[in-house]
């Protein structure tokens, strides 16, 4: 069915159910989080999301092809920074840290990215790009307000994970199309439980009956997210798939406000306002550069 469109509705279509699975799969994690330790729900979550893959990785690329990967080290890199995202994420939230505070603090990560890209891959950021970046960190300042106040515990896992994020980002640049879009979630999941299954098998908690569903809709929401919106990045241009990142934080902090009562405060929401409005300046900004380069260019 969806063949029938071009590769940048496709990717489209695919990075917003990516990025929306992303924002349910957080809001699923925050709830479990009061009923279960961290880890155990790290463990059961990316359990589900392995066998879910396997599933339907026929749809995937495969599971011949994923494992025959050349770049192993780069996929339990992943799983690393995985493992990080989602355990400063849960316990964060756990502690309390609304969603909307929360994806906040996260989205300075395409500023952070591009910080990181320069010494890495030998990208400079261009003059006009600097000032965007300084945009979208007055964003963080309006939100978090420091001095006025001091930045929580919580909000410390909050940056942790941004880092994580960062990390995980930057390995994602040498997987081409040789790896199997179920590679994109097989060796990270594989790699989270072989780090968390230490600590928590000898006492781990069993999911009760009425909490079964939750973990088994968290699973699944993590492998359409890793896999749609690596989808979506194959296909059509970043300048078309990165503001639907946007839509994350949207989900987010309407998931939070239906189920936990979370109610973003002004300073928030104008934060929030600002980084948004930097991060599609920035995707406009290389959009623009591309365009001078190659005037044919075009979507």
């Not at 316990?91 to 890495?120: D, R």
């Not at 919580?154 to 930057?170: D, K, Q």
């Not at 569903?213 to 241009?237: C, D, E, K, M, Q």
């Amino acid at each position: 069915m969806l063949s029938a469109f071009s590769p940048n509705v496709r990717g489209i279509i695919s990075a917003f159910i990516g990025f929306m699975c992303f924002a349910c799969a957080d809001t699923s994690a925050k709830w479990l989080g009061a009923h279960y330790k961290t880890f155990d729900i790290i463990f059961w979550s990316y359990l589900i999301c392995l066998v879910f893959g396997l599933l339907i990785s026929p749809w995937l690329g495969g599971l011949k092809k994923t494992l025959a990967t050349r770049r192993l080290l780069i996929h339990i890199g992943r799983g690393v920074c995985g493992l990080g995202i989602a355990g400063c994420v849960i316990q964060a939230m756990s502690m309390g840290l609304p969603q909307a505070n929360m994806y906040t603090i996260l989205f300075l990560a395409p500023f952070m990215i591009s910080l990181a890209a320069w010494p890495v891959f030998k990208e400079p950021v261009p003059i006009r790009n600097w000032g965007i970046i300084a945009l979208g960190f007055a964003g963080i300042v309006i939100a978090l307000r420091p001095g006025l106040r001091a930045v929580s515990e919580e909000e410390l896992y909050a940056f942790a994970a941004l880092g994580f994020i960062v990390g995980l980002s930057l390995l994602a640049r040498p997987l081409d199309e040789r790896e199997s879009l179920h590679s994109l979630s097989f060796y990270p999941a594989l790699t989270i439980m072989a780090l968390v299954a230490p600590f928590t098998l000898g006492d781990i908690e069993i999911p009760s009956a009425e909490h079964l569903h939750v973990f088994i809709l968290n699973g699944i929401f993590v492998t359409a997210g890793l896999s749609g919106i690596a989808y979506g990045f194959r296909i059509a241009p970043y300048s078309v798939i990165a503001p639907i990142h946007y839509i994350q934080m949207v989900i987010a902090i309407a998931a939070g406000l239906i189920f936990f009562g979370d109610v973003p405060d002004i300073w928030t929401i104008s934060g929030a306002g600002v980084i948004i409005f930097s991060g599609l300046l920035l995707v406009w900004s290389n959009k623009r550069k591309r365009k001078i380069i190659d005037p044919t260019s075009g979507f």
